[in-house]
T-cell receptor
Framework: GQQLNQSPQSMFIQEGEDVSMNCTSSSIFNTWLWYKQEPGEGPVLLIALYKAGELTSNGRLTAQFGITRKDSFLNISASIPSDVGIYFCAGLPSGTYKYIFGTGTRLKVLA | NAGVTQTPKFRILKIGQSMTLQCTQDMNHNYMYWYRQDPGMGLKLIYY???????DKGEVPNGYNVSRSTTEDFPLRLELAAPSQTSVYFCASSSDRGNQPQHFGDGTRLSIL
């Protein structure tokens, strides 16, 4: 089946640093979503992107829908300890309503 | 505002036992989904439903069954539990437009021993 490549798999960063992660696909997607999952909880939606080239912010988080429609990027500025968690991307292939999920980026922030 | 509620939160089963994972949502969403999440992996779709009385298989449906008798509820049934079904199970729902984001429950952590 279709797969998303999400990178990096994990990141250890110092508090205050900026973070970048991305997802790529071999297929064109109509929608990109970014979720955060904390231990013992379900994924929580951070940002939704619906058009190629779209750039959307949610506080210190900014995500972009790649112009080729095959990738998406998430940036976190000035990281803080509560940013710790697993960040997942999800893409919606054209002609379906079943999202494909990436394998996640585990973020750890060192104070 | 409850959103998507899953019960139980944890369960240990013996091989061959059966159980039902419950999922209910109070957002009047027609679309509902069941996923499993294995360590280090993304979410794999087990079954989904686009409305009461309508269900369909996802990517990994073997060993599971679902029903959708009401808009609110979407239970997942394991008939003969196997160790390979040890996982964290998430239920999600979304509104009618197919590209709308999915809202997740907190998951059920299931161990088959």
């Amino acid at each position: 089946g279709q797969q998303l490549n999400q990178s990096p798999q994990s990141m250890f960063i110092q508090e205050g640093e900026d973070v970048s992660m991305n997802c790529t696909s071999s297929s064109i997607f109509n929608t990109w979503l970014w979720y955060k999952q904390e231990p013992g909880e379900g994924p929580v939606l951070l940002i939704a992107l619906y058009k190629a080239g779209e750039l959307t912010s949610n506080g210190r988080l900014t995500a972009q829908f790649g112009i080729t429609r095959k990738d998406s990027f998430l940036n976190i500025s000035a990281s803080i300890p509560s940013d710790v968690g697993i960040y997942f991307c999800a893409g919606l292939p054209s002609g379906t309503y079943k999202y494909i999920f990436g394998t996640g980026t585990r973020l750890k922030v060192l104070a | 505002n409850a959103g998507v509620t899953q019960t139980p939160k944890f369960r240990i089963l013996k091989i061959g036992q059966s159980m039902t994972l419950q999922c209910t949502q109070d957002m009047n969403h027609n679309y509902m989904y069941w996923y499993r999440q294995d360590p280090g992996m993304g979410l794999k779709l087990i079954y989904y439903s686009v409305g009461a009385g309508i269900t369909d298989k996802g990517e990994v449906p073997n060993g599971y069954n679902v029903s959708r008798s009401t808009t609110e509820d979407f239970p997942l049934r394991l008939e003969l539990a196997a160790p390979s079904q040890t996982s964290v199970y998430f239920c999600a729902s979304s509104s009618d437009r197919g590209n709308q984001p999915q809202h997740f429950g907190d998951g059920t952590r299931l161990s088959i021993l």
